[in-house]
């Protein structure tokens, strides 16, 4: 049984079991003279040398505590990671940080074009121009980037009372 436990604790040690069954099996035959009977004494004390043997400690079933303090603070790295992420996509609205969410319309050369801002104002857009505003336009704000020219037929909203026009020439 301990023999069992030792072979499975030590894989590396595998040879010394082929040794220990030429051990035993030398010891099988019975020894008539006295040079046999002293090989058998020496079979057995190499024997009891290898069982006596423990090139290290062996160790079943628990991992160090240095281990298990690691993985634990792992653990609570990652769940404040997870948290402070969530958090953040929370204060952002949904939006992903350094990305602007902006609607664009822009007309060719020659072109004109029309469009109903999400507010419900009415735009006439002009040739080669362009105008572009960000997601939640007349619900928190009412601010737009026109290039260009543009009418501008504009809704009275009671909540957001400024429409701020940016004008850029090119």
Known sequence: MEL???LEANPDDAHLE???SDIFNNDSQPAHSGKQLSKREQNW???HQLMEEEPYPVVIGRKPAKIRSALR???A???LLFVVTIGMRMQNGGHKPGINNSNIVAT???SKSNLVLPDGSKVWINSDSKISYEDGFG???RTLSLTGEAYFDVVKTPNVLLLSILRSWT
């Open 4 to 6: 069992s436990r030792w």
């Open 18 to 20: 082929a040794q220990m």
């Open 45 to 47: 004390h190499k024997l």
């Open 73 to 75: 603070w792992a653990a």
């Open 77 to 79: 790295a990652a769940i």
């Open 108 to 110: 060719k050369k020659g």
């Open 139 to 141: 619900k928190t704000h």
